[in-house]
C-alpha cells in the first residue's frame, strides 16, 4: 500500500509538472492576473509600480513557459515581489449598501486547472485585504467613475505587446466596471480566449483598429463607438452619395436630394427607394457591418448604420431601386462630404397647439430647455392633452419637468454604481422625482419614442410613465441606458455606458428598450407620402379618449 501511495504521489507530481498550458490560457491568465492586482493590489492600485512594463516583461517571460507549474512559479513569484499586502479590517466591515452582483464573478481564482492552491490562496487573501480609497487607475467624479493615468502608446500598429495591452486595458475596464457585462451575447470570459489570437494576429493599422472594434462591438451597447479615421476611409469611405433617406421596411426611401459643388443632376429622386447597394440588400449590409458596430439590439445596429450605407471610396456606386412601380438599376455619384451642401432649414417649435381647437399641445424634447418650461407650461397647460415627442436627446428637463407633471414624488428608476473598493460589485440606489402638487397636469400625457429615444431620453420617459394618464407610442426605445464612461484605448476616443438603470420593480431596460403601450413603426409608403406615422397614430388614440 505504501509503495502504491508513493507511485500514486510521483504520478500526480509528474502529470501536474507536465501539464501543457497553451498560449492562449497563458494569456488569458495573465489578463485576469494583471487586471485583478491593478485595481485590488494596495501597492499596486496606488500607483507605486509601473505596471504597464510589468505586464510587457510577464508577456516576454511566458514565452518560455509551457506548463501549469512553471506558470504559477512565474505568478506566485510575482505576486510576492509586489511587496507586503498589510492586513485590512475595514475590508469585512459591512456597510448599508444595497449591493447588485449579478457582473461580480472571481471564480476564476480558484480554477485549480490554471493556478495552483497557492497563487489562488495569495489571490483571495489580496481580495480580502483590499485597496481601499484613492485608486491610481480609477477616479470618481459625482455619481459616476473614469479611468486615468494610463499611459498612450499611439493608435498606429507597432508590435504585439502593446496590442495585448490595448486588449487588457479594456477588458478589464469592462470586466470590473460595465454594469451590463452580465447582459453581453457572448460571455465576457469567451470574449477573452476568442480575442486573444485576434490580437496576436494584427500587423498593421487597419487590421488593428478593426479588432479594436470588434472588441467594442462585444459590449452589445448602443453607447459605446470607437472613433477611428482608419475604419471610416477603408470600412465605409469618404464620398457620399447627396441624398437624405429614412430607413423602413429593410429598404432607404430617399427623401431629399442635396445640391453639390459641381451642380450635377442626380439620377435619385425623392420617394425612390433603394433595396440594393453594390449587389447587397440593405439587411446583407447591416449584417456584414455589425461586427464593428456595438447596438444593444437589432433596431439600434440599423440606427448606428444606415447613415453609412451610401458611402464610398469610388467615384460612383450602383444601386437598386423602385420607383413608381418599377424596379430600375442606377449608377449614381459620389461627392467629398465638403462638397455636398445642405440647405438650412427652419428650427422647429419648441412647443405648439397641434389642433385649431387649442385641445392638443405638442412639445418638441429634443429643443425645448429647462428655462422654456414655465412658460410652455402656462399655454398649455388647460388642454386636454399633451404630446411629448422624445425621439431625440432632451436637455435635461426631466427634473423640473416632474414637478410641473406629476401629482406626487415617485420613484421612476434604479441605477447601479461601480463600487470602487470592491471592483466588481456594484450597489443600487432608487430614485425619485416629482413633489407633492395638486396642480399637477389632469390631461393626458402621450409619449412619443423610437430606437432614437436612447439614454437621458429612456429615464425620461419612464418619468413620464408615472403620470396616471401617460401613454407611450411608437416603437422599441435603444436600450442603452445610464450615465456613459468616456475614455481613451489605443489613444482612440470610446465609451460605454456606466451606470446600470432599470424600472423601479428592478426589470430590466438595456437590450430591451422601453416597450411602447401602442406599437408603431414607420412604413415605406408612409415615408414617401411625408407622413409621420406615429405623431399620426397618437392623434388618433387621443380622440378614443372620454
Not at 448602443?222 to 429593410?250: D, M, T, W
Not at 407650461?377 to 404630446?387: A, P, V
Not at 416597450?515 to 392623434?539: F, R
Request: proline share 4%.
Amino acid at each position: 500500500m505504501r509503495k502504491y501511495s508513493l507511485f500514486l504521489l510521483l504520478f500526480l507530481s509528474l502529470h501536474f509538472s507536465a501539464q501543457v498550458i497553451t498560449e492562449t490560457q497563458k494569456l488569458e491568465s495573465l489578463c485576469r492576473i494583471w487586471g485583478f492586482l491593478k485595481y485590488y493590489h494596495p501597492h499596486v492600485a496606488k500607483g507605486n509600480i509601473n505596471w504597464d512594463k510589468q505586464l510587457f516583461q510577464k508577456i516576454n517571460e511566458l514565452e518560455h513557459i509551457h506548463d501549469k507549474q512553471s506558470l504559477n512559479t512565474l505568478y506566485s513569484d510575482w505576486i510576492t515581489n509586489l511587496g507586503e499586502v498589510p492586513l485590512c479590517k475595514e475590508c469585512s466591515v459591512k456597510d448599508q449598501k444595497v449591493y447588485f452582483l449579478k457582473n461580480f464573478d472571481l471564480r476564476w481564482i480558484d480554477n485549480s486547472q490554471i493556478f495552483s492552491d497557492d497563487v489562488s490562496q495569495k489571490l483571495r487573501y489580496i481580495e480580502n485585504n483590499r485597496n481601499l480609497g484613492d485608486n491610481h487607475y480609477v477616479g470618481k467624479g459625482g455619481r459616476k467613475i473614469y479611468f486615468r493615468n494610463e499611459k498612450s502608446y499611439g493608435s498606429e500598429f507597432t508590435s504585439q505587446t502593446i496590442s495585448l495591452l490595448e486588449l487588457f486595458r479594456y477588458w478589464n475596464y469592462v470586466e470590473y466596471f460595465f454594469p451590463y457585462k452580465y447582459e453581453t451575447d457572448q460571455n465576457w470570459n469567451d470574449v477573452l480566449s476568442e480575442m486573444i489570437p485576434k490580437f496576436l494576429m494584427i500587423d498593421n493599422d487597419e487590421n488593428f483598429h478593426l479588432t479594436l472594434a470588434e472588441l467594442v462591438t462585444k459590449t452589445d451597447d448602443s453607447h459605446a463607438f470607437i472613433s477611428s479615421k482608419e475604419i471610416q476611409l477603408n470600412q465605409y469611405g469618404k464620398r457620399k452619395v447627396p441624398v437624405e433617406y429614412s430607413y423602413a421596411e429593410g429598404k432607404l426611401v430617399v427623401t431629399k436630394i442635396n445640391n453639390t459643388r459641381s451642380r450635377n443632376s442626380s439620377p435619385l429622386h425623392t420617394g425612390d427607394i433603394i433595396y440594393d447597394i453594390e449587389g447587397k440588400t440593405i439587411p446583407q449590409m447591416i449584417n456584414s457591418l455589425g461586427k464593428y458596430v456595438p447596438a444593444s439590439n437589432s433596431w439600434g445596429k440599423v440606427s448606428k448604420i444606415k447613415d453609412k450605407l451610401l458611402f464610398s471610396n469610388n467615384d460612383s456606386i450602383s444601386v437598386k431601386i423602385e420607383r413608381e412601380g418599377q424596379n430600375l438599376e442606377i449608377k449614381t455619384k459620389t461627392y467629398l462630404v465638403k462638397d455636398i451642401f445642405h440647405e438650412k432649414t427652419v428650427a422647429p417649435k419648441k412647443w405648439k397647439f397641434i389642433d385649431d381647437e387649442k385641445k392638443t399641445g405638442y412639445v418638441n424634447m429634443g429643443m425645448i430647455e429647462k428655462e422654456d418650461l414655465d412658460e410652455m407650461y402656462r399655454e398649455l397647460k388647460s388642454t386636454k392633452s399633451i404630446i411629448f415627442d422624445i425621439r431625440n436627446y432632451p436637455k435635461q428637463t426631466i427634473i423640473p419637468l416632474s414637478y410641473l407633471l406629476l401629482p406626487e414624488p415617485s420613484v421612476y428608476y434604479q441605477f447601479t454604481f461601480p463600487d470602487t473598493s470592491y471592483p466588481g460589485k456594484f450597489y443600487s440606489r432608487k430614485n425619485v422625482t416629482g413633489r407633492k402638487n395638486p396642480e399637477y397636469y389632469k390631461g393626458n400625457v402621450i409619449v412619443l419614442v423610437d430606437e432614437n429615444t436612447q439614454s437621458q431620453a429612456e429615464t425620461t420617459t419612464m418619468m413620464f410613465k408615472q403620470h396616471p394618464k401617460a401613454k407611450i407610442i411608437g416603437s422599441n426605445t435603444s436600450g442603452a441606458n445610464g450615465d456613459v464612461i468616456m475614455f481613451k484605448i489605443a489613444d482612440l476616443d470610446t465609451r460605454f455606458t456606466g451606470l446600470g438603470a432599470y424600472y423601479p420593480d428592478g426589470r430590466e431596460t438595456q437590450r430591451i428598450g422601453i416597450i411602447p403601450d401602442i406599437l408603431v413603426k414607420p412604413s415605406v409608403e408612409g415615408i414617401k407620402n411625408g407622413k409621420d406615422e406615429v405623431l399620426e397614430k397618437a392623434l388618433e388614440y387621443i380622440e378614443t379618449i372620454p
